[in-house]
């Protein structure tokens, strides 16, 4: 089982990018996706994450009103869009699938236990 995270690059302070994490082999749509941050130097952080129909969400106080997660199922397929980017965004995104439910657990917010995970792409924000 593996994920494949895309569309990391480097973007100018307040620009946009928008992530897409793909699974191959099998489907997502029962599982809970979330993707992660990390920085050199600083421990892994999830940024947001959403249930399997997509009709639940959860961000971290960190990305709230500048990142946006969403899904499509059929594409299998979850995306996630920044916007507002800073320097502070600048890290390997990864996403991963479990089937615990989305929320402020230590699960979401940390990728500890989490089942399956994508390779991670890389976002730089700088002028």
């Known amino acids: 089982v593996q994920l494949q995270a895309s569309g990391g690059g480097l973007v100018q302070p307040g620009g946009s990018l928008r992530l897409s994490c793909a699974a191959s082999?099998?489907?997502?749509?029962?599982?809970?996706i979330g993707w992660f941050h990390q920085a050199p130097g600083k421990e892994r952080e999830g940024v947001s994450c959403?249930?399997?129909?997509?009709?639940?969400?959860y961000y971290p106080d960190s990305v709230k009103g500048r990142f946006t997660i969403s899904r499509d199922n059929a594409k299998n397929t979850v995306y996630l869009q920044m916007n507002s980017l800073k320097p502070g965004d600048t890290a390997v995104y990864y996403c991963?699938?479990?089937?615990?439910?989305?929320?402020?657990?230590?699960?979401?917010?940390?990728?500890?236990?989490?089942?399956?995970w994508g390779q991670g792409t890389l976002v730089t924000v700088s002028s």
């Open positions: 991963a699938a479990d089937l615990l439910p989305p929320g402020p657990i230590t699960a979401w917010a940390t990728g500890l236990g989490l089942a399956y």
């Open positions: 082999e099998f489907t997502l749509d029962a599982y809970t």
């Open positions: 959403i249930s399997s129909s997509g009709r639940i969400t």
